[in-house]
């Protein structure tokens, strides 16, 4: 795999390089573009600078890349006869290409079923009797922004030798290196953004206006975080309306913290780093990724299928509860962070102003939410594959923690909302909580008000 170093700072030109773009730079040039992992530039400013940014911002940073592989395609020399005979060239770029996109989907595969598995026990272990916030994917989204924050300003892991005296040029071309190797877009993509759900946090909100949230009441080893009990009736909407705000303003704002704190402990600790090898990575670690992310794939799907069931249980640790909704989610969380990543591929492109894709990923994952969050609170008239159907049960929850919680993503959305112009960003996320909300609104709303929350069978 060949690396293309490219920069996000304007700077002076460089000569051209008479080394020709293989297929696998091709790959990774496009996943540098369109991902606003890899795309956004790190979200510390420099005070010393007062209201100047240290970074760019990222609509120039699209706009400037687009312009830069624009060029490039156009500045491509014609092919002559005796280019067309270079055909084991050729063979050897699709065979780069190939591997380069393997190894980032295997990546992706396992980092998705990290990340996913590590927001559901992060989850269980803060949801307890007197937690001092009853939302438990709070902690999960602080935590993904917070390693977010932290790979996207870090200067030491990834880093090369480069041979210039300027300190922002060596600093642009370190982030421009990062930024083509799988495991960074595995990091950042696949464990970050699965460790996040968005969709999750805008049920939370949905809850809280429908004074539905869990309350985590009782011994520890007798809760379940799976469980939809409210608090009771509240005396009027304005109770649910400062719930909801409550959701709201604690989510976006502690996910925002987190991620300036991962940026500056990225700097505090730069010179004690070690520098990851990238021989190293490619010989050995790629290799054994490629390896362990299809059995990491194909382990929960074999349990899922293959080991014995029994009644349902009420509290998080049972085994029963893991090896129902808990492996269904990691069998159904790579799928959603290919869907995430795709999209984001595609549709980040048109609108610098305006993630498109991150935006389509959150609001499409939050409706799947809604509707398998309806089936399976339905009454057991209303649905037969829902709450009162053992496999449907463990099936919706699987695709509401895996497929829409790895589909949608925080981390990524807060690193955008930090690197855009500060009307854009307003509005962006504006209308990502908004429309998403309303949605779920639409979908849970006549349930909830109708006929009211059924207890899930598998939760009983």
């Excluded at 773009?21 to 007062?50: H, R």
């Excluded at 380069?100 to 998705?112: G, N, Q, S």
């Excluded at 300036?260 to 990238?278: D, N, R």
């Excluded at 990923?361 to 057991?380: K, V, Y």
Aim: aromatic content about 10%; some cysteine.
């Amino acid at each position: 795999m060949t690396l293309s170093i490219s920069s996000h700072i304007p700077s002076s030109p460089s000569p051209p390089s008479s080394r020709t773009t293989s297929d696998g730079d091709q790959f990774l040039s496009e996943t540098e573009k369109n991902l606003d992992e890899a795309t956004a530039p790190p979200p510390i400013l420099d005070l010393s600078e007062g209201n100047t940014r240290q970074q760019d911002y990222l609509e120039n940073v699209r706009s400037s890349t687009s312009n830069r592989h624009s060029a490039s395609r156009t500045a491509q020399p014609s092919v002559n006869d005796d280019e067309v005979q270079a055909e084991p060239h050729g063979q050897t770029s699709r065979t780069s290409k190939m591997l380069t996109k393997v190894t980032t989907y295997c990546y992706l595969i396992l980092f998705a079923i990290s990340g996913t598995l590590t927001r559901i026990v992060i989850e269980a272990l803060t949801y307890y009797s007197g937690a001092p916030v009853s939302t438990p994917v709070l902690w999960a989204n602080v935590g993904g922004s917070f390693i977010m924050g932290f790979l996207s300003e870090d200067q030491a892991l990834f880093s090369i030798e480069v041979d210039h005296e300027d300190e922002s040029v060596r600093r642009t071309h370190h982030t421009a290196h990062k930024k083509t190797i799988p495991l960074y877009i595995g990091l950042t993509t696949g464990f970050c953004g699965c460790l996040t759900s968005f969709s999750t946090f805008e049920r939370d909100a949905f809850l809280a206006l429908a004074n539905n949230l869990p309350i985590p009441l009782g011994p520890y080893s007798s809760l379940s975080i799976l469980s939809s009990t409210g608090a009771g009736q509240v005396p009027n909407g304005g109770f649910s309306f400062m719930a909801i705000l409550a959701v709201i303003i604690t989510e976006v704002c502690l996910s925002l913290a987190a991620l300036k704190g991962g940026a500056h402990f990225a700097l505090l600790t730069s010179s004690w780093l070690p520098q990851i090898p990238l021989t190293y990575l490619r010989r050995f670690i790629d290799p054994l990724v490629v390896f362990l992310a299809p059995a990491s794939w194909v382990a929960p799907i074999c349990l899922v299928a293959l080991l014995p069931r029994s009644g349902g249980y009420s509290f998080s640790w049972d085994p029963e509860t893991w090896r129902g909704p808990f492996l269904f989610s990691l069998v159904f969380a790579p799928v959603g962070c290919f869907m995430r990543f795709f999209l984001s591929l595609k549709l980040n492109r048109y609108f610098a102003q305006f993630p498109v894709g991150t935006f389509v990923s959150n609001l499409g994952g939050t409706m799947i939410l809604g509707m398998a969050f309806s089936l399976q609170h339905a009454a057991s008239g209303s649905s037969g594959l829902g709450g009162f159907s053992q496999i449907g049960c463990e099936v919706l929850q699987g695709i509401m923690d895996g497929f829409c919680g790895s589909m949608t993503t925080v981390s990524t959305w807060v690193l955008e909302l930090s690197d855009l112009r500060r009307r854009h960003a307003y509005s962006y996320g504006l209308v990502s909580i908004v429309v998403p909300f309303a949605m779920l609104v639409i979908e849970i709303g006549p349930l909830r008000w109708t006929q009211g929350f059924a207890s899930p069978v598998c939760y009983r």
